[in-house]
């Protein structure tokens, strides 16, 4: 008998405020109840949201304090679902935490809201979020069932780039699977986050637990993301559903683009310097025989033309005899002590790219790309791209097609050779969920 559910992604992005994007959250699944879809799984970072373009005033060795704001209201948009820094786990899920005097529940509310939105609707909510726990975030996964509320949720063990200054790290012992039952279908679901989805030894520790559908919430919108999913899908033989946010420009946090923080810098007196930096002079470089660099001013010396820049001909005038290895051009810099200090000129490729400053306010700082793929890799829904609102793809899935791909494919079991080759993960049991 067939085994079939309908699931659906949702492209939606971040609202002005975690209220905001709560109700907007509501909204979607009161529209997905009405289509009679069983589960929706919303993008990474989509409650608290994913700061794209920020920078928290981070460089190394140093951060400003426009990055502190803005760290400070990054921090504020975050949920607090009541868990520990450390993180709970089961005693979290079943509500055995200790609850402040006078206090109904832990943290503030948005657990319940979620485990209200699902209950109401009869369906199945998964969500990335951001959680604020102590005094550090974490980008993490719910699994909301209407019937038991929570039953799960994860942390992203492994943040990605500059997300590791502003996320902690989660515990691998999350990344647990979770079983439920749909009308009549069983699943073990689990979620990889971002590029974790990247890291095969986690995806691994997911087929391992007999995965059927596999949630991967990002924040990647290239178009290698799909051909990921697809080899995903195949490789545990488990339906798969990435959704991603889309964003135009305009639609960031306002503390993103800075005016509002340039407000509070100049009631705190801490308003930064916007000057120019020192004129550079453009130089071109060569090699006499003995293997020493001259810097030669540019003037009188076109850099454009192709003689003096590709290391085959120099001015004859200029002439040190046979050059070893193509001159490089360099610009010339001046340090506060009045020293010169030459720097390689960026390539053309590089130099060209735009910078985010003065882009317009319509350019998509996000594309989407969100998609549904069956167990065998095939595409069945999107990839999405550039919906940034109401973007709900849906799809009715058998589930007997896992059980099917196994005939030739169970990378966890008969294709493993697990007498040979073995993982284990700190805190977790990786074999499948009774």
């Known amino acids: 008998m067939p085994q079939i559910l309908k699931l659906a992604v949702a492209q939606s992005r971040t609202l002005s405020s975690t209220a905001e994007t709560l109700s907007a959250l509501a909204s979607t699944i009161r529209t997905a109840a009405q289509q009679h879809i069983h589960l929706v799984l919303f993008p990474e970072a989509y409650l608290g949201g994913y700061p794209r373009t920020c920078t928290f005033g981070a460089a190394v060795g140093a951060r400003d304090a426009t990055g502190h704001e803005q760290f400070l209201q990054y921090f504020h948009s975050a949920v607090d679902l009541g868990d520990t820094p450390a993180g709970a786990g089961d005693d979290w899920v079943e509500r055995k935490l200790l609850i402040a005097k006078g206090k109904e529940y832990r943290g503030d509310g948005t657990r319940e809201e979620l485990e209200r939105i699902a209950r109401a609707t009869g369906v199945f909510v998964v969500t990335g979020l951001i959680e604020r726990a102590g005094g550090s975030l974490y980008c993490g996964v719910v699994y909301v069932c209407p019937k038991l509320g929570i039953i799960g949720k994860r942390r992203k063990v492994m943040p990605t780039g500059s997300e590791r200054l502003i996320w902690a790290q989660g515990s ?174 960026a390539p053309a490729s590089i130099a060209e790219q735009p910078t985010l400053e003065g882009e317009d306010d319509e350019d998509f700082v996000s594309l989407g790309g969100s998609c549904i793929v069956d167990p065998t890799g095939t595409v069945l829904a999107g990839p999405l791209w550039k919906v940034e609102d109401g973007g709900l793809l849906a799809v009715e899935v058998d589930f007997e097609d896992c059980e099917r791909g196994r005939l030739d494919l169970d990378v966890a079991g008969s294709y493993s050779r697990n007498d040979a080759f073995k993982l284990e993960v700190t805190g977790l049991d990786i074999n499948p969920p009774p």
């Open 172 to 345: 691998p012992a999350t990344l647990k699977a979770v079983t439920t039952e749909i009308a009549g279908v069983r699943l073990t679901l689990a979620a990889a986050i971002c590029w974790e989805n990247y890291m095969p030894l986690l995806r691994y520790s997911l087929y391992s637990q007999n995965v059927n559908l596999y949630l991967a919430p990002t924040a990647d919108g290239r178009d290698t993301w799909v051909p990921l999913m697809r080899t995903i899908a195949c490789e545990g033989r488990a339906v798969v559903l990435s959704a991603n946010q889309c964003v135009r420009r305009r639609n960031l946090p306002e503390w993103i683009g800075g005016d509002q923080l340039r407000e509070k810098e100049d009631r705190i007196g801490t308003k930064s310097q916007h000057t120019n930096p020192p004129r550079r002079r453009s130089s071109v470089m060569t090699k006499t025989e003995d293997n020493h660099e001259i810097n030669w001013p540019s003037s009188g010396i076109p850099l454009g033309d192709e003689r003096y820049t590709n290391g085959s001909h120099v001015p004859e005038d200029l002439e040190l005899g046979s050059l070893p290895k193509p001159r490089r051009t360099s610009v010339i810099t001046r340090t506060t002590d009045n020293n010169e200090i030459a720097l390689p000129a």
